[in-house]
């Protein structure tokens, strides 16, 4: 099959309308067995739960193209976990993750013409979902739900690429102490852009949020968590109960500790501490790993040592590797990639 005349060099963070989607329902206490379609809209009732209650769970995960023409995904098991574990904390029945597994090969195949092919920088983003589907006007859980995936070819989430961000501290929170903030849960991005299209109105290209209760401890940005090396070449990343999980994180830490015999912390890091970090960056599957080279809090600026032109070395080594496996260059830990075609 050909692939579509994109320019795959040039594509943003955007959403294309590709040629099929994946699509179940659920009816009467369970899932149908799905089906791909070549409809991208959703005709609903004015009174589904997504429109009143904002009851919906998504992921985001990618499909690499291979130098030898494969196509690749990565541990789609932890997706399959997640959103499992996100519908649960909001009260919707969860999607089998057997025929999640299956339904993202499918989407990916379907849509081979669209895979971004290898050497271009682009990927192809996979975005599942769960919505209500059904009518509530009382608060209460839906008795329907959909499930979707789509997919879009895509370029790097931040426009420089791989150059340095900028981040602001936000007086706002994302998430709140015992609230959603450790599932991916549509609301919690809702909860984000009011200091989204703040920080970027005032020329920053993120938020760091801080811990909602004490405004003392980093937390993540509105779509990735952190990380931070250390002047003595460690890594520490933030433990929280209100981050989200985040894949790329859990793997670079992996990738750290038994690829590149680093030590790594997960523990609360004080914001305080981030003037002497080494270097930071933001990692998620959108983001991959994009360095941090400024700070501001309040007009007071933190700048890592890495500067605002190019990658510290830590980060580097750890981008390198991370996408060195995504790509099938590096062989990565047994289970991680799987194979789609
Ligand atoms: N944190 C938030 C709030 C996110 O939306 C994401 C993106 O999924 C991440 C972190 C990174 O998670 P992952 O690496 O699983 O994509
Ligand atoms: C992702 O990295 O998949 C995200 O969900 C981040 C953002 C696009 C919401």
Redo the contacts with the bound molecule.
Sequence with gaps: MEKKNLEWGNLGFEYHVTDMRYVSDYKDGKWDEGRLTADATIPMSECAGIMQYCQQVFE?LKAYTTKDGHINTFRPDLNADRIRESAMRIEMPPFPKEQFLAAVDEVVKANYAWIPPYGTGATFYIRPFEYASTNVIGVKPAAGYQFRIFGTPVGP?FKGGAKPITLCVSDFDRAAPNGTGMVKAGLN?AMSLHANVLAHSQGYDENMFLDPATHTYVEETG??NFLFVTKDGEIVTPKSASILPSVTRRSLVYVAEHMLGMKVTQRAIPFSELKDMAECGVC????VICPVGKVVDHGKEICFPSGMEKMGPVIQKLYDTLTGIQMGEIEGPEGWIHRVM
């Design positions: 985001g989430y991005y779509g990735a998620g599957t959108a983001a």
